[in-house]
Every structure is written in structure tokens, then in C-alpha cells.
T-cell receptor
Framework: GQQLNQSPQSMFIQEGEDVSMNCTSS?????WLWYKQDPGEGPVLLIA?????ELTSNGRLTAQFGITRKDSFLNISASIPSDVGIYFC????????????FGQGTELSVKP | KAGVTQTPRYLIKTRGQQVTLSCSPI?????VSWYQQTPGQGLQFLFE???????NKGNFPGRFSGRQFSNSRSEMNVSTLELGDSALYLC???????????????FGPGTRLTVL
């Protein structure tokens, strides 16, 4: 079935560093979404992408919808301690709205 | 605008019992999707409801069922609970399940189910 490969699985970085994570798939997606999840809570939407090639920013976060529609990346600039958490990519395939396919998550640790 | 709410937040059940979880979507949202999150399997899609109809279903046994009411609130039920059903159950709502951004999903805080 459809699957999203998210990498890296975990990152340990120093405060102030930039972070990059990505998701790839063999399937074509209509929508790419990036979420952040804190322990015991539900995922919070960070950025939504709807068009191939789209580049969208939300504060220090920037995400892009790959041209092939099979991949997406998320960058975090100048990381701060509150960036700690698990980041998930999720995609929606055309005509399968309502069903998100998730990556395995990237666990981010930030050392002050 | 209030977010997605889920009740209860925590549940402890024993094997063989059944459980019902509730989800209230964001006002105006008509699509509700349910997901199971476990450390081993990650986030997996259970089913989606739109206008009281199940529109999409994941690969879960028939013990997992759901429904949606006319006010878009949704419930999911798990019967004959097994140890492996212990998980965080997440509900997400969107305007519709169509494209163009209307299917962007917003999640509730989840219900943590522990099966003993």
C-alpha cells in the first residue's frame, strides 16, 4: 500500500542550528501536510501544501511540495528549545480525501 | 473557534470489554477521520465519515466501527478489546474530504486507551 518514508528518524542538534527533514514516496500526492506532536497530545498542523513546487513558510519553518508530487521537505531555521518534539509528514492521495498517510516521524532534540 | 475535542482523554479497560470514544469536530467541519497511534505501527487510518456516511476505511478488523451524527459529531467503538488495542486514538476534522485545501485535517488531543 501507500507509504511515506520520512528521514531522519531522529536528530540531536544545538540551539540555533538549522534542521531539515524530508518525506518521499512512490505514490503521487495531492496534498502534503506537516505536523508537530508533543508527548500525550494530538498532532498540530504546521504547514499545508497543495500545489507541486509550492514553497510555504510559517515563521522559522519552511516546507516545499516536490515537483514530482512524490516528496516534501521541512526546514526549521535557528532552532530553539521549544522546537523539541516529533515532526510528521502526511499526504493525501487524489480522491482519497479524509485519509492521511503518515511518515514514521522525526524526533527532534534541541540542546540549549 | 473551538478546536477538535475528544472524550474521554483516558480510559482503562480489560480484555473482552467494549469501548466508545467521542469526537466533536471544529464548528462547520463535516468530515471526521479516526486514527490509531502506537509506538510500533505509528499513525494508521481507521475510517472517515462525511455527512453521516463512512467514505473511507483502513485495514482494521470489524471490531472497530464508527458512526457520525447529523451535527457531525462522531463516535468510534471497539468491541471485544484485545491487549494490542492499547493506543492513542486520534480524531481529526476537515471541512470536507474534497481537495483544494478543504481536506486539511486538524487533530484533537486524543484518547489514551489502555487495555489490561
Amino acid at each position: 500500500g501507500q507509504q511515506l518514508n520520512q528521514s531522519p528518524q531522529s536528530m540531536f542538534i544545538q540551539e540555533g542550528e538549522d534542521v531539515s527533514m524530508n518525506c518521499t514516496s512512490s505514490s503521487i500526492f495531492n496534498t502534503w501536510l506537516w505536523y508537530k506532536q508533543d508527548p500525550g497530545e494530538g498532532p498540530v498542523l504546521l504547514i499545508a501544501l497543495y500545489k507541486a513546487g509550492e514553497l510555504t513558510s510559517n515563521g522559522r519553518l519552511t516546507a516545499q511540495f516536490g515537483i514530482t508530487r512524490k516528496d516534501s521537505f521541512l526546514n526549521i531555521s535557528a532552532s530553539i528549545p521549544s522546537d523539541v518534539g516529533i515532526y510528521f509528514c502526511a499526504g493525501i492521495i487524489y480522491n482519497q480525501g479524509g485519509k492521511l498517510i503518515f511518515g514514521q516521524g522525526t524526533e527532534l532534540s534541541v540542546k540549549p | 473557534k473551538a478546536g477538535v475535542t475528544q472524550t474521554p482523554r483516558y480510559l482503562i479497560k480489560t480484555r473482552g470489554q467494549q469501548v466508545t470514544l467521542s469526537c466533536s469536530p471544529i464548528s462547520g467541519h463535516r468530515s471526521v477521520s479516526w486514527y490509531q497511534q502506537t509506538p510500533g505501527q505509528g499513525l494508521q487510518f481507521l475510517f472517515e465519515y462525511f455527512s453521516e456516511t463512512q467514505r473511507n476505511k483502513g485495514n482494521f478488523p470489524g471490531r472497530f466501527s464508527g458512526r457520525q451524527f447529523s451535527n457531525s459529531r462522531s463516535e468510534m467503538n471497539v468491541s471485544t478489546l484485545e491487549l494490542g488495542d492499547s493506543a492513542l486514538y486520534l480524531c481529526a476534522s476537515s471541512l470536507t474530504s474534497g481537495g483544494g485545501g478543504q481536506d486539511t485535517q486538524y487533530f484533537g488531543p486524543g484518547t489514551r486507551l489502555t487495555v489490561l
